[in-house]
RNA sequence: GCCGAAGUGGCGGAAUAGGUAGACGCGACAGUCUCAAAAACUGUUGGGGGGCAACCCUCGUGCCGGUUCGAUCCCGGCCUUCGGCACCA
């Protein structure tokens, strides 16, 4: 034994500051080896760094280390997502100002990861709070403006009336909830920033340049939903109302002729034009009562369908005829136009709409045995026209097109393609983001901040108590400014930007971090971009990785980048949960890592978090297993620093049996890191040591073939274990350090099997293993089978019926 | 309701172009060391049955069927869990 024990605290700490006082993971620009681009998404500066982020963090660091050995110039950067309500709210309890509650847990955080020991360039940490960011975050607002990607308007706008501000469609839950603080959402019409995101909604549905997982698409097609179908025009005759056309977007023109009434969504801006006076009252009153109702109970499928007539009629074009028109708030007044065409027969809702109002139902595509009698339930399959007109006889997919064409000729309508995407709402009104750069002229309007007066600073004495009013518009200094057209007192936009802006390029900043002049370089963005790897939680699926792929877009229009995907490949890791619920601090189930990394080590942490499982199922945290790592790393320890008994007579099996479990497990290793398999990636190394203390404690080993696979076992450990294999490599007599090293290559031939163990079955049960040389033939192996003594007694008075041979695996005896 | 993923020992999990089920680790039990305990190390550990014994038999991958020489893996039908979507006209 070595008289020195394994005591991770201390040689971890030696080696941070080692690796620190070297800049040995400074990630260089100039580098002639390829760039290697790998990204784990930054945290939010809640104020501590739990388990759960080093889940995400730890395991995209050994791959990173691992494609830095294997001879990539490696960029893997740390930065902080700093603006956002819970910094406001935190500050508002705890009385004191987000800026210095931000810069107290930035400092925490910083301190945790440095613990973790990863090869984050420190040089290029990025703090989406801070002016120099923030300037660039407003910058890019700027550009979209002048390019007409960013807007304001009048809208009905997601409120939360627990976090006072707005929200994006993508931020409020399927519930109808706010994704942050669960509270029910409510709607209010206000003046707001939107981001032009639909204008790119086709281009977003190309994921041709990614390797992404299909989960993820599909998250992200199902919320771009689009839709084709046909705009349909009917004749409206109200006196208040100037155009004499309503318009309904449907997918089944097809069924036109059965439309037997029209339902438009209760806050639609029509709906008080052309609801007659003696429906009024009632009208009014279901508005009043569909208002009432939070989201989540108009949401629910279950819910009966409810309406009111309007008093107003509507004339389908086709046939003359007039239908009424009712209010339903099962109808969206964001899809479509907010007004649909109710054909019973084809369309569940619709028919159970009629059902209970008493509306008829006409059939006007045949079920294939149709007898002419009335319809239990909504017919939806492909049939045959009738009571049609013109398209009688036709199959309902031709008469689509058919009936598209025939509008299109007639003006009243034609093909149309609909999205569910809405464009992103962007303002806040909340004190602790980027103040949107705008300034309010009485006489020039709406005019852009010049980009030589960014950054629009965020005053460090506003009062951001939340009253629903924005924080920003209290502070006199801030809101009074000289317009930078004409120079007369104007008013500064008081919003700020939703935090989603700040992370929708954080990613390019990283690449040329301190640029005083841009975003970035064009050369750097050349070089390093766009992300080759990335890695973090699938809850952001439609936020953050929507909103980038739409930035990466408009960046490339502006002549900015030259990809429009900025992510290349997603890896998601999946949850660590404790007590059956998602780690979290309002939950109050957070493991704090802090104790662990100094007891057990950062090492045995790292490797611990790998080990519970694969990687993108997550799991729970249960600390009886990082003994388990800890009682292994030891044994490392004591295997590559006990000397071995060496000879240069080993049996020459036994050194043939060394050289292939070494290169065995060298393929194993490297194939899992690539695929993130990071749990049988540890049992490989584990059983690798296993066998190698096996080896050693059985007698003299074979001088060289021991030295190659310690040293192996130190270089494949190096990602995981870096501290360890650091302090090893150093003990053994190796020049520093093993972080320089290349990954070691594994030897096909050396790694083959020479002997494999024959399966021999009687009608499909085991009933011998024989070894045998690899390259057995057949007929060998067929023989070997009959003729085995445990064989014997089952095919004994049988007749063989078949004799199923799998080369290099098993011969299976059909016998009766 | 629809779409997707998953269901394997006491526990986390291995193994799928269909071919030795349970790697690796935790826990448990037994032992070594110790005055004792902890730690460490060694051995055993899916259920049932048999043998003095190296071992042998049998059942077993959520449930019920099917395809196949052979199914944890493929197909059909259920059950459960977890994600996502949910009146999108």
Same mark, same amino acid.
Request: with cysteine.
């Given at each position: 034994?070595?008289?020195?024990?394994?005591?991770?605290?201390?040689?971890?700490?030696?080696?941070?500051?080692?690796?620190?006082?070297?800049?040995?993971?400074?990630?260089?620009?100039?580098?002639?080896?390829?760039?290697?681009?790998?990204?784990?998404?930054?945290?939010?500066?809640?104020?501590?760094?739990?388990?759960?982020?080093?889940?995400?963090?730890?395991?995209?660091?050994?791959?990173?280390?691992?494609?830095?050995?294997?001879?990539?110039?490696?960029?893997?950067?740390?930065?902080?997502?700093?603006?956002?309500?819970?910094?406001?709210?935190?500050? @508002?309890?705890?009385?004191?100002?987000?800026?210095?509650?931000?810069?107290?847990?930035?400092?925490?955080?910083?301190?945790?990861?440095?613990?973790?020991?990863?090869?984050?360039?420190?040089?290029?940490?990025?703090?989406?709070?801070?002016?120099?960011?923030?300037?660039?975050?407003?910058?890019?607002?700027?550009?979209?403006?002048?390019?007409?990607?960013?807007?304001?308007?009048?809208?009905?706008?997601?409120?939360?009336?627990?976090?006072?501000?707005?929200?994006?469609?993508?931020?409020?839950?399927?519930?109808?909830?706010?994704?942050?603080?669960?509270?029910?959402?409510?709607?209010?019409?206000?003046?707001?920033?939107?981001?032009?995101?639909?204008?790119?909604?086709?281009?977003?549905?190309?994921?041709?340049?990614?390797?992404?997982?299909?989960?993820?698409?599909?998250?992200?097609?199902?919320? @771009?939903?689009?839709?084709?179908?046909?705009?349909?025009?009917?004749?409206? /005759?109200?006196?208040?109302?100037?155009?004499?056309?309503?318009?309904?977007?449907?997918?089944?023109?097809?069924?036109?002729?059965?439309?037997?009434?029209?339902? &438009?969504?209760?806050?639609?801006?029509?709906?008080?034009?052309?609801?007659?006076?003696?429906?009024?009252?009632?009208?009014?009153?279901?508005?009043?009562?569909?208002?009432?109702?939070?989201?989540?109970?108009?949401?629910?499928?279950?819910?009966?369908?409810?309406?009111?007539?309007?008093?107003? $009629?509507?004339?389908?074009?086709?046939?003359?005829?007039?239908?009424? @028109?009712?209010?339903?708030?099962?109808?969206?007044?964001?899809?479509?136009?907010? @007004?649909?065409?109710?054909?019973?027969?084809?369309?569940?809702?619709?028919?159970?709409?009629?059902?209970?109002?008493?509306?008829?139902?006409?059939?006007?595509?045949?079920?294939?045995?149709?007898?002419?009698?009335?319809?239990?339930?909504?017919?939806?399959?492909?049939?045959?026209?009738?009571?049609?007109?013109?398209?009688?006889?036709?199959?309902?997919? /031709?008469?689509?097109?058919?009936?598209?064409?025939?509008?299109?000729?007639?003006?009243?309508?034609?093909?149309?393609?609909?999205?569910?995407?809405?464009?992103?709402?962007?303002?806040?009104?909340?004190?602790?983001?980027?103040?949107?750069?705008?300034?309010?002229?009485?006489?020039?309007?709406?005019?852009?901040?010049?980009?030589?007066?960014?950054?629009?600073?965020?005053?460090?004495?506003?009062?951001?108590?939340?009253?629903?009013?924005?924080?920003? *518009?209290?502070?006199?200094?801030?809101?009074?400014?000289?317009?930078?057209?004409?120079?007369?007192?104007?008013?500064?936009?008081?919003?700020?930007?939703?935090?989603?802006?700040?992370?929708?390029?954080?990613?390019?900043?990283?690449?040329?971090?301190?640029?005083?002049?841009?975003?970035?370089?064009?050369?750097?963005?050349?070089?390093?971009?766009?992300?080759?790897?990335?890695?973090?939680? *699938?809850? $952001?699926?439609?936020?953050?990785?929507?909103?980038?792929?739409?930035?990466?877009?408009?960046?490339?229009?502006?002549?900015?980048?030259?990809?429009?995907?900025?992510?290349?490949?997603?890896?998601?890791?999946?949850?660590?949960?404790?007590?059956?619920?998602?780690?979290?601090?309002? %939950?109050?189930?957070?493991?704090?890592?802090?104790?662990?990394?100094?007891?057990?080590?950062?090492?045995?942490?790292?490797?611990?978090?790998?080990?519970?499982?694969?990687?993108?199922?997550?799991?729970?945290?249960?600390?009886?297993?990082?003994?388990?790592?800890?009682?292994?790393?030891?044994?490392?320890?004591?295997?590559?620093?006990?000397?071995?008994?060496?000879?240069?007579?080993?049996?020459?099996?036994?050194?043939?049996?060394?050289?292939?479990?070494?290169?065995?497990? &060298?393929? %194993?290793?490297?194939?899992?890191?690539?695929?993130?398999?990071?749990?049988?990636?540890?049992?490989?190394?584990?059983?690798?040591?296993?066998?190698?203390?096996?080896?050693?404690?059985?007698?003299?080993?074979?001088?060289?073939?021991?030295?190659?696979?310690?040293?192996?076992?130190?270089?494949?450990?190096?990602?995981?274990?870096?501290?360890?294999?650091?302090?090893?490599?150093?003990?053994?007599?190796?020049?520093?350090?093993?972080?320089?090293?290349?990954?070691?290559?594994?030897?096909?031939?050396?790694?083959?099997?020479?002997?494999?163990?024959?399966?021999?079955?009687?009608?499909?049960?085991?009933?011998?293993?024989?070894?045998?040389?690899?390259?057995?033939?057949?007929?060998?192996?067929?023989?070997?089978?009959?003729?085995?003594?445990?064989?014997?007694?089952?095919?004994?008075?049988?007749?063989?019926?078949?004799?199923?041979?799998?080369?290099?695996?098993?011969?299976?005896?059909?016998?009766?």
């Amino acid at each position: 034994m070595t008289d020195d024990r394994y005591h991770p605290p201390e040689i971890e700490k030696k080696w941070q500051a080692r690796w620190d006082a070297d800049a040995l993971y400074r990630t260089p620009d100039d580098d002639p080896r390829p760039k290697w681009y790998a990204l784990t998404m930054y945290p939010y500066t809640s104020g501590d760094l739990h388990v759960g982020h080093w889940y995400a963090i730890a395991p995209s660091d050994v791959q990173a280390r691992y494609k830095r050995m294997r001879g990539y110039n490696v960029l893997f950067p740390m930065g902080f997502d700093s603006f956002g309500l819970p910094a406001e709210n935190a500050a @508002i309890k705890l009385q004191i100002h987000p800026y210095e509650w931000t810069a107290r847990n930035i400092e925490n955080m910083r301190r945790q990861l440095r613990s973790m020991g990863a090869i984050f360039d420190w040089e290029r940490e990025v703090v989406t709070s801070d002016p120099e960011y923030y300037k660039w975050t407003q910058w890019w607002f700027l550009q979209f403006y002048k390019n007409g990607l960013a807007y304001r308007s009048l809208a009905p706008a997601n409120w939360c009336p627990s976090c006072q501000t707005v929200l994006a469609n993508e931020q409020v839950l399927p519930d109808g909830t706010c994704e942050r603080c669960h509270t029910a959402v409510t709607r209010r019409n206000l003046s707001q920033w939107f981001f032009r995101i639909t204008r790119y909604a086709d281009d977003l549905l190309d994921f041709s340049d990614v390797e992404w997982p299909e989960r993820i698409v599909t998250m992200q097609r199902n919320w @771009i939903g689009r839709s084709e179908g046909t705009m349909i025009a009917f004749g409206l /005759e109200s006196p208040e109302v100037d155009d004499n056309q309503i318009r309904v977007f449907t997918t089944r023109p097809d069924t036109i002729y059965g439309v037997t009434f029209m339902v &438009i969504a209760p806050e639609h801006p029509l709906v008080p034009h052309i609801t007659t006076l003696e429906h009024r009252a009632e009208v009014n009153e279901y508005i009043e009562r569909s208002r009432r109702a939070t989201e989540i109970e108009r949401l629910s499928t279950e819910r009966e369908k409810t309406g009111v007539f309007t008093g107003a $009629h509507c004339t389908n074009l086709l046939n003359g005829e007039k239908v009424p @028109i009712l209010i339903a708030d099962y109808v969206l007044p964001t899809y479509g136009t907010g @007004i649909v065409m109710g054909v019973p027969a084809h369309d569940q809702r619709d028919f159970d709409f009629a059902r209970k109002y008493g509306i008829p139902i006409r059939v006007v595509i045949a079920p294939p045995d149709w007898d002419g009698q009335p319809l239990t339930e909504a017919y939806v399959e492909p049939g045959v026209m009738v009571n049609s007109d013109r398209f009688n006889g036709m199959s309902n997919e /031709e008469g689509k097109a058919a009936v598209t064409k025939y509008l299109e000729e007639r003006g009243w309508g034609g093909p149309t393609v609909n999205y569910r995407i809405r464009d992103w709402l962007l303002s806040r009104q909340r004190y602790w983001g980027a103040p949107i750069p705008i300034v309010y002229c009485d006489r020039d309007g709406e005019v852009p901040v010049p980009e030589s007066d960014l950054p629009v600073l965020l005053p460090p004495d506003a009062e951001f108590k939340p009253t629903g009013e924005p924080p920003l *518009a209290r502070h006199q200094g801030f809101v009074n400014v000289a317009c930078p057209v004409c120079g007369r007192p104007a008013r500064r936009e008081t919003d700020t930007m939703d935090t989603f802006v700040c992370s929708s390029w954080y990613m390019y900043r990283y690449v040329d971090p301190h640029n005083p002049e841009q975003p970035m370089s064009h050369q750097l963005a050349r070089k390093w971009l766009p992300v080759d790897q990335y890695t973090g939680g *699938a809850e $952001h699926a439609v936020m953050h990785l929507l909103y980038s792929r739409f930035f990466a877009r408009a960046a490339r229009d502006l002549g900015l980048v030259e990809f429009r995907e900025p992510f290349t490949r997603l890896y998601n890791q999946g949850t660590i949960i404790a007590g059956k619920a998602k780690m979290s601090k309002s %939950r109050g189930n957070v493991v704090a890592p802090d104790e662990y990394v100094s007891k057990q080590g950062t090492d045995a942490v790292r490797i611990y978090l790998m080990f519970i499982g694969p990687w993108d199922q997550g799991g729970e945290w249960d600390d009886s297993g990082l003994a388990g790592v800890s009682r292994w790393l030891n044994r490392v320890w004591n295997l590559v620093l006990t000397p071995a008994e060496t000879t240069t007579q080993a049996p020459a099996d036994q050194v043939r049996e060394l050289r292939r479990m070494t290169h065995k497990t &060298i393929r %194993r290793v490297t194939r899992d890191v690539e695929r993130f398999r990071f749990n049988t990636m540890v049992a490989a190394l584990m059983e690798y040591t296993n066998y190698l203390t096996r080896l050693k404690e059985s007698g003299p080993v074979d001088a060289d073939c021991w030295q190659e696979a310690t040293t192996s076992l130190m270089l494949l450990l190096a990602p995981s274990a870096p501290h360890l294999a650091e302090e090893l490599w150093e003990r053994t007599g190796n020049a520093y350090s093993i972080h320089n090293q290349r990954w070691p290559e594994w030897d096909a031939e050396l790694a083959a099997e020479e002997q494999i163990t024959l399966v021999v079955q009687v009608n499909g049960k085991v009933r011998d293993r024989i070894l045998v040389p690899a390259d057995v033939s057949e007929e060998r192996a067929k023989e070997v089978a009959l003729s085995s003594e445990k064989v014997r007694p089952y095919v004994e008075g049988k007749e063989t019926l078949r004799v199923v041979y799998v080369p290099g695996r098993l011969v299976n005896i059909v016998a009766k």
